[in-house]
């Protein structure tokens, strides 16, 4: 059988029967980045599929101009959690700021593949938000494992003077949990701070009741 050509691929994104040969023609299609597939995978957003619909934002994150970031808005308010779960990816891939209420949002949602994308996606917006977003999930989300995996590992990319006074604070207050002590204490040794509360924080967890969190505290001032 021969190759399909790139017009074949067009033809198959807008008008093939099947749904998987209309995805694999949004992948196949996304895979070249020639413009002149953009106006066909724009339209393919709103295919009926949610399997093409997905195949479709894995295919937007590659791109640049500018009228796909509302493809990908509108992907990550889309009924379907891959839909939203490859929107957020998308947008991770963009780094497009503007995206960011749209990935706050999704902060709540129900599928947690979703949230660990849109946290992921978060760590690379420059909006002044997103360390006190995720520090406040993180608190919320003190029994989740691999949330607070991702979580950690989003703060530790976004650092910023925001993310640092949230950090103090919450490590400050008494009634923050020792599981986030402790991964807010591996943050701020990522974040390395040459302020001196930034070290005051850290020196009167040294003598917190739990004894992970003494631990930790301990470690943590050895890399500061």
């Not at 917190?208 to 470690?219: L, S, T």
Request: with cysteine; hydrophobic share 45%; charged share 25%.
């Amino acid at each position: 059988m021969s190759e399909l050509t790139f017009e074949d691929y067009l033809r198959n994104l807008r008008d093939h029967p099947d749904e998987g040969v209309r995805a694999n023609a949004a992948w196949r299609l996304g895979r070249t980045r020639d413009h002149r597939c953009l106006a066909a995978l724009l339209a393919a957003a709103s295919d009926p599929s949610p399997a093409v619909r997905a195949r479709v934002m894995e295919a937007l994150g590659s791109r640049r101009e500018p009228e796909v970031t509302p493809a990908i808005a509108q992907g990550l308010h889309d009924a379907d959690p891959d839909v939203r779960a490859m929107a957020a990816r998308a947008a991770a891939l963009m780094a497009a700021t503007e995206l960011t209420p749209h990935l706050f949002d999704l902060l709540a949602d129900p599928s947690e593949r979703v949230v660990e994308e849109a946290i992921q996606a978060l760590a690379y917006s420059d909006h002044p938000e997103v360390g006190p977003r995720l520090i406040a999930l993180l608190r919320a989300q003190a029994d989740n494992d691999t949330l607070c995996y991702f979580l950690r590992q989003a703060l530790k990319h976004r650092g910023g003077a925001a993310t640092l006074e949230v950090v103090l604070v919450t490590l400050s207050d008494a009634a923050t949990p020792p599981a986030v002590c402790c991964d807010l204490l591996e943050v701020l040794a990522h974040m390395r701070p040459s302020d001196a509360a930034a070290h005051a924080a850290v020196d009167a967890l040294t003598a917190h009741p739990d004894e992970a969190v003494r631990q930790m505290a301990e470690w943590a001032r050895t890399q500061l």
